[in-house]
C-alpha cells in the first residue's frame, strides 16, 4: 500500500525557520496536503495543491515540491506553531496520511 | 457559522456496533463530497470513508470495508457512520470532515471528533 513518509520530530528556536519533509512514490504525480494538529484539536489544513496556502493561513507558512518529496516550510517560527503536523496524498489505491511530525518550538 | 457537530460516540464491546453522525451547518451540505477520518489514541490520522455529495458513490480503507456503512441525508444536512463488528483496533476519535474539491480530495472542514472506545 502507499506510504508517505515523515521525520517524528522537527525542534526550532523561535525566530527560525522549520522545514518538514513527506516523502512518497506518487508525489511526482499527485498534490499533496498539509493539516496542522494542536493538543485537543481537529486537524487544520494550512496548505493545499504542494504549495497553495488557504485564506486565513499566515504567510509564513508555505509548501514546496521537489520529486518524490514535499516540504512544509514555516518561517519566524512563533511558540503557537508548537504542534503536530501531517502530510496528505492519494494515488490509485486511496488516500493516505503520513505518520506526523511533532514540531517542538524550544 | 459553518460547522460539522460530530455525535454517537460511546463505549461500546468488541464485536458491537455503533452509529455516528455528523450535523453540517452554515453550508449548502448537498455540494459537497464528505468523508469520516480517525484517529486512535496517541497516534495519527487514518482515512476511513467518503461519500460522493449526492450519496451515489461511496468509498472505503480496506481497515473498514464490509464492516462500516457510510450514509448521508442531503434533507437534513447529515453524515452518518455506521460501525459493525467492531475491534479494538477501532477505537480513535472518528472526525467528519469536508471535502475541498470535487476530483482532489482533500479537507477544508473539521468537525471536533466524536470518541469511540472499544472495550469489554
Known amino acids: 500500500s502507499y506510504e508517505l513518509t515523515q521525520p517524528p520530530s522537527v525542534s526550532v528556536s523561535p525566530g527560525q525557520t522549520a522545514r518538514i519533509t513527506c516523502s512518497g512514490d506518487a508525489l511526482p504525480k499527485q498534490y499533496a496536503y498539509w493539516y496542522q494538529q494542536k493538543p485537543g484539536q481537529a486537524p487544520v489544513l494550512v496548505i493545499y495543491?504542494?504549495?497553495e496556502r488557504p485564506s486565513g493561513i499566515p504567510e509564513r507558512f508555505s509548501g514546496s515540491s521537489s520529486g518524490t518529496t514535499v516540504t512544509l516550510t514555516i518561517s519566524g517560527v512563533q511558540a503557537e506553531d508548537e504542534a503536530d503536523y501531517y502530510c496528505?496524498?492519494?494515488?490509485?489505491?486511496?488516500?493516505?496520511f503520513g505518520g506526523g511530525t511533532k514540531l517542538t518550538v524550544l | 457559522e459553518v460547522q460539522l457537530v460530530e455525535s454517537g460516540g460511546g463505549l461500546v464491546q468488541p464485536g458491537g456496533s455503533l452509529r455516528l453522525s455528523c450535523a453540517a451547518s452554515g453550508f449548502t451540505f448537498s455540494s459537497y463530497a464528505m468523508h469520516w477520518v480517525r484517529q486512535a489514541p496517541g497516534k495519527g490520522l487514518e482515512y476511513v470513508s467518503a461519500i460522493s455529495s449526492n450519496g451515489g458513490s461511496t468509498y472505503y480503507a480496506n481497515s473498514v470495508k464490509g464492516r462500516f456503512t457510510i450514509s448521508r441525508d442531503n434533507s437534513k444536512n447529515t453524515l452518518d457512520l455506521q460501525m459493525g463488528s467492531l475491534r479494538a483496533e477501532d477505537m480513535a476519535v472518528y472526525y467528519c470532515?469536508?471535502?475541498?474539491?470535487?476530483?482532489?480530495?482533500?479537507?477544508?472542514?473539521w468537525g471536533r471528533g466524536t470518541l469511540v472506545t472499544v472495550s469489554s
Open positions: 470532515a469536508r471535502d475541498a474539491e470535487a476530483a482532489n480530495w482533500y479537507f477544508d472542514l
Open positions: 495543491k504542494d504549495s
Open positions: 496528505q496524498s492519494a494515488d490509485s489505491s486511496g488516500l493516505v
